[in-house]
């Protein structure tokens, strides 16, 4: 059943404006924490998402679409630009990213303790904002769970030492860190993934969980590594699997009863079970989002029948 408390996501919303070969450019609401706070809305959550949109043609486009998923949007007010990207898909369906974005969130008030606070991805690191994003997890950590998707954009890191250590910083104030192969493989060239997931667990989290496309998803955990294979689907396109994976997981996790106050004791107590049952819900929710073009998560109904299915 969905959570009844706020999950607050804060991070970035991007213009997705997207290159297939042989046709015109398309423009998708995008950005993987605004992607998150859609996902979760979809599942039945009441999602937050504390972002900034610009009051141009994109930015109506995408709080109309955050909106009309049942997101609450609540921005700085800033009268910049919208941030946008362009994606470009290969014959596969996998993407690659060129972007325009400010980030420089102002500090906005929070009305509603939430139960859960979700951030990553550009919001988490980009100077200034990020700023305002650590100063918020902090603030959060008394009476809510937290997680942190580092959605690796080489582009934008910056000096890879530097982002290491802000990557870091985020894992450290999280009870749930998720992470593709990639991110791993890019902050920590030549060190095998896995290895880079057990050394955050060091750092705070509860559990680490790494995605790695076709080969499945795996937990790293202070017990041992849970894996599930990746559900058969034929993919169209890449478009926000890892966002729809992490809004499965937490809709999962809230079903379960391990998010919100309380809940930090618990997470550090999962059971094998728990733990594999949400990474199917993850997985299962990745699965239906390749399946259709742009960052398209499932509905509560379509992750039962995706769970049925496999």
């Known amino acids: 059943m969905p959570d009844h408390h706020d999950l607050l996501v804060v991070g970035e919303c991007v213009a997705d404006i997207v290159h297939l070969p042989g046709e015109a450019p398309r423009v998708h609401p995008g950005g993987s924490p605004a992607n998150v706070a859609y996902g979760l809305a979809r599942l039945g959550h009441r999602a937050v998402l504390l972002t900034q949109l610009g009051p141009d043609d994109n930015g109506r486009l995408i709080r109309e679409h955050l909106v009309s998923g049942g997101v609450e949007v609540r921005t700085d007010g800033s009268t910049t630009a919208t941030p946008s990207a362009a994606v470009t898909l290969d014959g596969a369906g996998r993407a690659t990213y060129a ?35 650590l100063d918020l997890l902090r603030a959060a950590r008394p009476t809510a769970t937290v997680s942190y998707d580092p959605n690796v954009r080489p582009a934008l890191m910056g000096e890879r030492a530097a982002a290491v250590r802000r990557v870091e910083e985020c894992v450290g104030l999280s009870d749930l860190v998720k992470a593709s192969d990639e991110d791993l493989e890019w902050l920590h060239p030549g060190e095998a993934p896995e290895q880079v997931a057990e050394r955050w667990l060091g750092l705070g989290p509860a559990a680490v969980l790494v995605t790695r496309g076709g080969d499945g998803a795996l937990a790293v955990l202070p017990g041992g590594r849970i894996a599930v294979a990746a559900p058969e689907v034929e993919v169209v396109d890449t478009v926000g699997a890892g966002d729809a994976f992490m809004s499965g997981a937490l809709h999962a996790l809230a079903a379960h009863g391990l998010i ?10 999962l059971g094998r079970d728990t733990v594999a049952d949400v990474l199917r819900h993850a997985a299962a929710s990745a699965a239906v989002t390749v399946s259709r073009a742009g960052a398209s998560p499932p509905g509560a109904h379509e992750l039962r029948a995706a769970l049925a299915h496999n």
């Open 99 to 133: 972007f325009d974005i400010t980030w420089d969130l102002a500090p906005v008030p929070v009305d509603r303790a939430p139960a859960h606070v979700h951030t990553g991805s550009i919001g988490a690191v980009a100077e200034p904002g990020s700023a305002t994003v």
């Open 260 to 269: 919100g106050e309380g809940a930090r004791e618990r997470l550090r107590a």
